[in-house]
């Protein structure tokens, strides 16, 4: 009865988005020093017989120490093109056809999985603008921020907890250490968002970040 059953939509998707058979390589620019370059990007939703460009030869790079805003109308293909640089893109139905993806010079299309996950989290992550969808709903927020910790490192428990307490606390989540408990409906959707940046922090270390931001920060 649910139509979104027949676009893959509902199935379990891949590690890491499909590359198309029929790829569109382009030449990788040796002389770039960007962190990371998107050089005409080009990913597709392939349901049933119908195809939906959703990404069409995207190209920027970033510098490091630079920000990088994409604006566009709803549905112009912000998301999908910061999905695809990491493999997110659900497949089915997503599809990666063509274009060139080089974090710190290494290509990311069609790279293994291995490769992306030790990227994902680490030197790469994500701050979804739905707080709610970026946690699990059935796991307490500390057991999810453990799992983050200590998916890239070998720590003691009691020092991976001490460690996600002291960032819900540079977040400015009150009584971060009771909120560990917490399930993520429990928080307020300010507080989520908290703690989706407090994750992002913890497993990004390329960036050396204040515990105590200041309070217009938040």
Known sequence: MDPRLKSGALTRPQPSTKVSGTFNAVEADENNNAVLKVDQLETQFHINRRTYKAVNQVSFDIAPGECLGLIGESGSGKSVTALSVMGLVASPPGVICGGDIRFNDASLIGADYET????????????????????????????????AILVHDNMPLHEARERAISLL????????????????????????????????????????????PPRHWT
Request: proline content about 7%.
């Open 116 to 147: 992306l996950r030790k990227l994902r989290g680490k030197d790469v992550a994500y701050i979804f603008q739905d707080p709610l969808a970026t946690l699990h709903p059935l796991y307490r927020v500390g057991e999810q921020m453990l799992e």
């Open 169 to 212: 606390d540079a977040v400015h989540i009150p009584n971060a250490e009771e909120r560990m408990k917490a399930f993520p409906h429990e928080l307020s959707g300010g507080m989520r968002q908290r703690v989706a940046i407090a994750w992002h922090w913890l497993t990004t270390r390329r960036l050396s970040l204040p515990m105590n």
